[in-house]
């Protein structure tokens, strides 16, 4: 039985692929300690500020998994929107995709609510008297957050005891000054380069 190129750095996979929601939520690095505490107040809106790929699902998964009684929405670019319940604590992934009406439902129903959008819907929030705590999700991902993310998902892809690869901060830098905040960005060009090595059996990550 051929063996996976993966195994050679003691991985079973490619560690910078697609992950389930599962996945994400188990691997999400994030420090949601701050946050949590605003949402026991029946007032509050936390709100994820970014673009694509920043990290907004991630801190809301990670929220999710710490309050396990709340409900999880996403709100799908195409097709019907799911129900808002009146149900709190509720979660809102890309909530940028609701109408002014949705939203305004969603605030006359209070909080707490925890919100992952593209825009800033403050204003919108606070004339229905709830207070909002904004966090822009861009500003999180600095080398330090890059090193210890891709590390995590090294780690979690391990095989076999031994020798995994590792990135290395001087590796995170050069990194994000190529992709910035772009952890979508920096995880695809991962996974082709880390792809391409395995194939032709190279040590990787390359020499700096």
Known sequence: ??????????????PFGELTREER?????????????????????????????????THLLALAKQLPAARFIYIPEQGPTPPLPDFRPLIVDEAQRLSN?????????GGPLVLGSHCDHTHQFQRHGLTVHTV?????????????????RIEASRHQ?????????????RLFEQFGSDMRGIEHYLYSQFQAYALEQRPWPPAE
Request: charged letters at 15%.
């Open 1 to 14: 039985m051929q063996k996976s190129p993966f195994h050679r750095y003691h991985l079973f996979r490619n």
């Open 25 to 57: 939520t188990n691997l999400a690095v994030a420090d949601i300690g701050p946050w949590l505490a605003h949402l026991t107040n029946h007032s509050s809106v936390v709100q994820f500020i970014g673009e694509c790929g920043r990290g907004k699902s």
């Open 136 to 152: 822009l999700v861009a500003e999180l991902v600095t080398p330090s957050a890059i090193f210890t993310i891709l590390n995590h």
């Open 161 to 173: 005891t031994g020798q995994v690869p590792s990135i290395s901060m001087q590796f995170a830098v």
């Open 101 to 109: 009406r949705q939203r305004n439902q969603l605030a006359r129903s």
